[in-house]
């Protein structure tokens, strides 16, 4: 027993061999919500798949400081901004697949080709049915008006949801103009931020605030889960789709970038276009109430339900681009 | 070679320092102007809080159960240790989950009043008030273990002195026993304090801004390493001044024991009111710090058991128990060798390269693991290149990506605890003890080996046991650095909660709480043994 112990543990020290042809994976997506794509992925190719889960940062960290020699080859973050960051610190390469590019909406992947959005989630605004008629609201400017003085429920701005909505407007309306939103918006919150996405619409649903931005697969899952008290919270509010009459409702994704020094690249193309696949983006929209980003792919009957919406065409690369100076504009404004 | 092994336990805290001197003026400027005042005050009441709340919950708790038998006594002994098992990020989890705005009770009381939101006034735990709570009920057990260890230790000598001399119960408390315990008490504080300044999780979840928050914001948000890593400095800095000052407060003042005449404590029988009052004094924090928020795990364990409990679990209970066990052994090791060297040699810049790691404590675990991935992927670099010169291939990462890397990672946050016990350990054994060994022919290792070791098993095991429980708990470096298709029970609860399903992180949470739950109790039993005398 003893040896055989240290046996294992000795074996779990050494340097893992990895064999040649698997794709080794950082992701920044939970395992939950990716995993079994891989598995089915090596079910039906062969191709074994390798993960690391953590935080979009920190693994973008490791993969510089292991630089040449990362046995990396795909990287996955839950938000476009972190990848434009792992562009700007030269981690990714180019990739060409005709796939890819077909099935990705150009917006929804870098210009360059260097990252591809794999699911979409919007971040709209919801409102409690019976205290605001949807006549009321029209965009995200308009929710730095007085008139909302403390109905407004959001989480903190370290969260990286925040500050790509926020690095939206400064791409359109420039850094004066988004500060002088923050500062009306701040101004409207109805308590200083706390807990995540669902904790807005829970705040809200128990009369707390009026208003809650969530991302809209929190909702979905609040709606389709097990938990009564979520869903009884979650029918309290609605879906309301800001900016229709001009750029549309905020939308982020979750995708995927081949690493620079990949050493099998060509399998991890393939694992990218097989998670485009009908099946994978079906997958992804059932089991974490995402859009898919291919065309042609029906969202989840309950996404269906809550209607089309014009989604904003920024190109997503422009959320990374303003991230900095979106964290600066929160801290001017207060916004915890 | 003592030197060599204190600089490689530094070296990852100095890398992250490396960035210290790049001037980041204008990130300051805007530092200054916007958020760090608050990052100051926050971080200050938070420390001062979580201070007053670990010596008020866990001093009287431990004079009571090594001077006094009241109803409940002996559970309490032990239970009181249990708090030490929950992660501070789950507690404060189950806290909210229970007492926020739409959680269960504020929801009831709302059903029985009719009241709405703002017609009545119920605190808000995601605030500084309930960090300081949440991090107080999970961390005062430090002071109480170690206090509690002191008090029993102490020769019943001085106390009957003190008694003799004139003093009652509670002038012998206060001017005999608390001073005697002096070091041990402020080792369990600095623990606690040092515990409080690395934490991320719990103050990120209730929206208060520490420095340690800011470092994570000003790090990845601002994109600026150098003002990040001078705010971590800055961090640093506040540690050290603590720790000087503490020092400096002691002067010439030594608590080795100096009478190994023992008899046994005769403890007060309590009755009546005071029974009652000792009873409350020690089930609250137990209540509040343990039974309350495993009542709350299980009952989301046993709503979603059915998602969570697959073959998969198994290996995260082993992986887990395993990291934990060989850190542990590890920690040990390098507490032993620094401790006893510097007994021995006194070398200032020994001294100083330990104290640097030490403070590994007081860092947040992302810092440290980045600080282990600096040098360790540069030395992985240098070795390829040279594979390549010679053999004209790549070797690949030999340390980065290895358990070994993530093992190294947690001595470099969990020496100070090891560290620190073992001190105390040796700090008892009186120096004419060494001299005795050494003139009676043994060589200085004998000593160790037969002297010291025998002499502090106790503290031994309590080191052992100390750091088991934190690697057990430890989230941040894991996530980091951890090999491929490996996961722990802190991981998967952080994946799940951290995607906001509480009740499903239910099951691992719990499973993290049950793991430490038997070193707890071992160590309990091993402090109830440690009495001067009894050799």
């Given at each position: 027993m003893k040896k055989l112990l240290l046996g294992l543990v000795i074996a779990s020290l050494t340097a893992p061999v990895l064999a040649e042809g698997e794709v080794n994976v950082y992701s920044a997506r939970k395992e939950q919500l990716i995993k079994p794509l891989f598995d089915k992925f090596t079910e039906q190719t062969g191709i074994a798949v390798n993960l690391v889960t953590g935080k979009d940062d920190a693994l973008l960290e490791r993969l510089k400081l292991e630089g040449?020699?990362?046995?990396?080859d795909l990287l996955m973050t839950a938000d476009a901004g972190r990848l434009y960051r792992a562009v700007e610190m030269e981690l990714t390469q180019p990739v060409t697949s005709a796939i890819l590019q077909k099935d990705i909406p150009e917006n929804l992947r870098s210009p360059d080709n260097q990252w591809f959005g794999l699911t979409s989630r919007a971040r709209p605004i919801f409102y409690v049915k019976d205290k605001v008629?949807?006549?009321e609201l029209s965009t995200y400017e308009d929710l730095a008006d007085p008139k909302w003085k403390g109905r407004i429920c959001i989480r903190s701005s370290d969260n990286i949801y925040n500050q790509s909505m926020l690095g939206s407007m400064i791409a359109l309306n420039g850094v004066e103009k988004a500060q002088a939103w923050a500062d009306g918006f701040v101004k409207n919150f109805a308590r200083p931020p706390e807990g995540g996405d669902r904790d807005q619409i829970k705040a809200a649903a128990a009369g707390q605030c009026d208003i809650a931005i969530s991302n809209t697969y929190y909702y979905g899952q609040m709606l389709a889960g097990e938990d009564a008290e979520d869903k009884a919270a979650a029918e309290k509010v609605a879906i309301f789709w800001p900016n229709q009459a001009d750029r549309g409702t905020h939308i982020n994704i979750s995708g995927a970038a081949v690493t620079r020094t990949a050493n099998n690249k060509d399998n991890a193309v393939k694992l990218m276009e097989f998670l485009v696949s009908d099946e994978s983006q079906e997958w992804y929209a059932e089991a974490n109430q995402e859009y898919p980003v291919k065309a042609g792919v029906a969202p989840s009957d309950l996404l269906k339900g809550w209607g089309e919406f014009k989604a904003d065409s920024l190109n997503l690369s422009e959320l990374g681009k303003h991230n900095a100076a979106a964290v600066r504009i929160m801290d001017k404004a207060g916004w915890k | 070679m003592l030197l060599a092994m204190a600089l490689l336990t530094a070296l990852p805290i100095l890398a992250v320092f490396?960035?210290?001197?790049?001037?980041a003026p204008e990130v300051w400027q805007h530092l200054r102007d916007t958020v760090l005042t608050d990052y100051l005050l926050n971080t200050l009441w938070l420390v001062l809080g979580v201070g007053f709340g670990v010596l008020l919950l866990g001093l009287p708790a431990a004079w009571l159960n090594s001077m006094c038998r009241f109803p409940g006594q002996r559970l309490f002994e032990w239970a009181?240790?249990?708090?030490?098992?929950?992660p501070a990020y789950i507690i404060a989890y189950t806290y909210t989950g229970m007492l926020d705005f739409s959680g269960p009770v504020q929801s009831l009381l709302r059903d029985m009043t009719g009241w709405g939101y703002g017609d009545y006034y119920f605190p808000n735990v995601r605030s500084l008030g309930g960090a300081i709570l949440m991090l107080s009920l999970v961390l005062f057990p430090y002071v109480y273990l170690l206090a509690r260890a002191a008090f029993l230790e102490q020769s019943i000598c001085v106390l009957e002195v003190s008694r003799t001399l004139g003093s009652n119960q509670w002038q012998s408390f206060f001017r005999v026993a608390l001073p005697l315990a002096r070091p041990a008490i402020i080792t369990g504080l600095s623990l606690a304090l040092m515990e409080t300044l690395a934490d991320f999780g719990t103050v990120q979840y209730f929206g208060v801004t520490t420095f340690t928050t800011g470092i994570f914001r000003t790090w990845f948000g601002l994109g600026d390493h150098a003002a990040a890593s001078q705010l971590a400095a800055l961090l640093m800095g506040f540690v050290f001044v603590l720790i000087l000052l503490e020092r400096w407060s002691r002067h010439k003042a030594r608590y080795h024991h100096t009478s190994s005449k023992y008899s046994r404590l005769p403890r007060y029988q309590l009755r009546g009111g005071m029974a009652l009052a000792a009873v409350l004094v020690c089930a609250l924090p137990l209540l509040l710090g343990f039974v309350v928020p495993v009542g709350q795990l299980l009952y989301w364990s046993i709503t979603t058991a059915a998602n969570g409990l697959d073959s998969d679990f198994i290996k995260l209970v082993w992986h887990s128990l395993m990291l934990a066990g060989l850190a542990a052994l590890f920690a040990l090791l390098l507490a032993l060798i620094l401790g006893y060297g510097k007994r021995l040699s006194n070398d200032p810049l020994v001294n100083l390269a330990s104290r640097i790691a030490a403070?590994?404590?007081?860092?947040p675990g992302t810092v440290i693991a980045i600080g282990v991935l600096i040098p360790f992927a540069w030395v992985d670099t240098q070795l390829n290149n040279l594979s390549k010169q010679w053999f004209g291939s790549n070797v690949g990462l030999l340390l980065s990506g290895t358990l070994f890397t993530l093992l190294f990672a947690y001595n470099v946050r969990f020496l100070s605890v090891s560290l620190q016990t073992v001190e105390a350990g040796l700090g008892k054994i009186k120096p004419t003890i060494d001299n005795a060994g050494r003139s009676l022919g043994l060589s200085p290792f004998g000593v160790l080996h037969k002297l010291h070791l025998p002499l502090m098993k106790g503290t031994l095991l309590t080191a052992i046991l100390l750091v088991f429980v934190d690697v057990l708990k430890e989230l941040p470096a894991t996530l980091i650095l951890r090999p491929f298709n490996f996961n722990t029970l802190a991981v998967r609860a952080y994946e799940l909660a951290s995607d906001e399903r509480l009740a499903d992180a239910g099951l691992p949470s719990l499973m993290i709480v049950a793991a430490g739950i038997i070193p707890v109790i071992l160590l309990s039993r091993s402090i109830g043994k440690s009495r001067a005398g009894e050799h």
């Open positions: 040449e020699n990362t046995p990396a008629k949807p006549e | 490396g960035y210290v001197f790049v001037p009181l240790l249990l708090p030490l098992a929950m403070m590994g404590y007081a860092i």
